[in-house]
């Protein structure tokens, strides 16, 4: 992979993982719960779901961190572990993207 500073001045187009969710829900994860909480439970299932990406091809994939904001994780009470899950999140992507791939933090909206 090339350095970051030469990914962001190129004019290529590079290729992201997908959906982290829809991943997880089709190997049995269902939307009644936290998915970033899985980075603490269920680091394994997590890095399977990166690899996957990595293997198909993407370049760049994104931590498991779409809902991790004190607002989308309090209904589950792990507001308290948005530090903890954040990290190993970050943590899990970089053990899966090796020196293959980037590693860009996902972010998704508060409401």
């Known amino acids: 992979m090339h350095n970051f500073r030469e990914l962001i001045e190129s004019d290529r187009a590079y290729i992201f993982d997908g959906a ?28 399977e779901v990166h690899s996957e990406y990595v293997r198909a091809g993407a370049e760049i994939i994104e931590t498991n961190t779409f809902g991790a904001t004190a607002n989308k994780l309090q209904p589950y009470g792990l507001e308290g572990s948005l530090r903890e899950i954040n990290i190993r999140a970050a943590q899990i992507a970089r053990e899966a993207a090796g020196d293959r791939v980037f590693v860009a933090g996902a972010v998704g909206p508060l409401g």
């Open 20 to 47: 982290m969710g829809t991943m997880l829900y089709s190997k049995g994860i269902y939307i009644n719960r936290s998915y970033d909480e899985l980075n603490l439970v269920a680091a394994d299932l997590v890095r």
